[in-house]
């Protein structure tokens, strides 16, 4: 199965009402808002959108949800990670059959693992997944201890379209699109340094921040093909200004609170995730009414 994955997709929270519950009206009310941005594909159930927070049955009604929302206008990845590869694969399997036109997964977690055993996990999902992989790196979730190598190996699964490499390392992301070759999409994962990532060859880009500011990183993107590195630049330094200023939070809660402030009642982050005070909401309101793209 060949899917055309590239560009700008949001990582994408997962909006709850009062009662805890996913919220059906805000998703598709997020959806069809960054679909009007210009965004190129979906990523559901990753960090922002605290799939490992969530039960098995919620993570595929939501992809469900999302599937319907956007009915074949981008693409649909659904994150399927879990600290064991069984429910891996059975995640996979259900986001395929709810409208998920490709899966992807970070490295086994909470216990500590080997490259081989990360190796066999990856390659265990991709022998399963009835629709495209992309293993994700993110040393930040634990548990692996995984060099750009690894996916450089990866790429040559039948299953496997690409990948999320999140690290701000762009060496390491220059030689997986040197080593891998150009058929291999290759998704920039740190904000901060999506230009950069751009430029030393990611395909596009999956991020947090793509919530609330994605025509900011569409644009990036279309003043880079349109060859002008330097206003690309600009609009980067622009968007890490908001980054910068979220990180006196989390950025889960960050995420949330913009998005709140930009008129998506998306509740509060599952705990243990931070959970803003009433005057933290109104700081970040501050930052939304004076920056002019958000």
Same mark, same amino acid.
């Not at 947090?208 to 994605?214: C, E, I, K, R, V």
């Not at 644009?219 to 908001?242: C, H, K, P, S, T």
């Given at each position: 199965?060949?899917?055309?994955?590239? /560009?700008?997709?949001?990582?994408?929270?997962?909006?709850?009402?009062?009662?805890?519950?996913?919220?059906?009206?805000?998703? #598709?009310?997020?959806?069809?808002?960054?679909?009007?941005?210009?965004?190129?594909?979906?990523?559901?159930?990753? @960090?922002?959108?605290?799939?490992?927070?969530?039960?098995? @049955?919620?993570?595929?009604?939501?992809?469900?949800?999302?599937?319907? @929302?956007? &009915? /074949?206008?981008?693409?649909?990845?659904?994150?399927?990670?879990?600290?064991?590869?069984?429910?891996?694969?059975?995640?996979?399997?259900?986001?395929?059959?709810?409208?998920?036109?490709?899966?992807?997964?970070?490295?086994?977690?909470?216990?500590?693992? *080997?490259?081989?055993?990360?190796?066999?996990?990856?390659?265990?999902?991709?022998?399963?997944?009835?629709?495209?992989?992309?293993?994700?790196?993110?040393?930040?979730? *634990? /548990?692996?201890?995984? @060099?750009?190598?690894?996916?450089?190996?990866?790429?040559?699964?039948?299953?496997?379209? *690409?990948?999320?490499?999140?690290?701000?390392?762009?060496?390491?992301?220059?030689?997986?699109?040197?080593?891998?070759?150009?058929?291999?999409?290759?998704?920039?994962?740190?904000?901060?340094?999506?230009?950069?990532?751009?430029?030393? *060859?990611?395909?596009?880009?999956?991020?947090?921040?793509?919530?609330?500011?994605?025509?900011?990183?569409?644009?990036?993107?279309?003043?880079?093909?349109?060859?002008? &590195?330097?206003?690309?630049?600009?609009?980067?330094?622009?968007?890490?200004?908001?980054?910068?200023? /979220?990180?006196?939070?989390?950025?889960?809660?960050?995420? #949330?609170?913009?998005?709140?402030?930009?008129?998506?009642?998306?509740?509060?982050?599952?705990?243990?995730?931070?959970?803003?005070?009433?005057?933290?909401?109104?700081?970040?309101?501050?930052?939304?009414?004076?920056?002019?793209?958000?």
């Amino acid at each position: 199965m060949t899917i055309d994955l590239h /560009g700008i997709i949001p990582a994408l929270v997962t909006p709850y009402g009062a009662d805890g519950r996913i919220a059906e009206g805000v998703t #598709r009310k997020l959806v069809d808002a960054l679909l009007d941005q210009g965004i190129n594909g979906v990523y559901l159930g990753g @960090t922002t959108g605290e799939g490992p927070l969530q039960s098995p @049955t919620e993570r595929t009604s939501f992809t469900a949800l999302v599937a319907e @929302t956007v &009915a /074949g206008r981008v693409p649909v990845i659904a994150h399927v990670g879990a600290p064991d590869t069984a429910t891996c694969i059975a995640l996979a399997r259900d986001a395929a059959s709810a409208g998920a036109v490709a899966v992807s997964a970070v490295g086994p977690f909470y216990y500590q693992h *080997g490259p081989e055993q990360v190796r066999r996990h990856f390659l265990d999902i991709a022998d399963a997944s009835p629709v495209p992989f992309l293993p994700y790196h993110l040393p930040m979730a *634990g /548990g692996d201890d995984t @060099t750009f190598r690894l996916f450089v190996d990866l790429a040559a699964h039948q299953n496997v379209a *690409g990948f999320k490499y999140t690290s701000r390392d762009v060496y390491e992301l220059q030689q997986l699109r040197a080593l891998c070759g150009d058929d291999v999409a290759i998704f920039n994962g740190a904000d901060e340094v999506c230009v950069h990532g751009l430029l030393a *060859g990611a395909s596009g880009a999956i991020g947090s921040t793509y919530n609330f500011m994605a025509r900011q990183f569409v644009r990036i993107m279309e003043v880079l093909e349109a060859g002008d &590195a330097q206003a690309a630049a600009r609009l980067q330094a622009e968007a890490n200004a908001v980054i910068h200023a /979220g990180t006196r939070f989390d950025n889960v809660a960050f995420a #949330r609170a913009v998005l709140r402030a930009q008129g998506f009642e998306v509740g509060a982050p599952r705990r243990p995730i931070e959970q803003l005070r009433p005057d933290d909401d109104d700081v970040v309101a501050r930052i939304v009414a004076e920056t002019p793209f958000l």
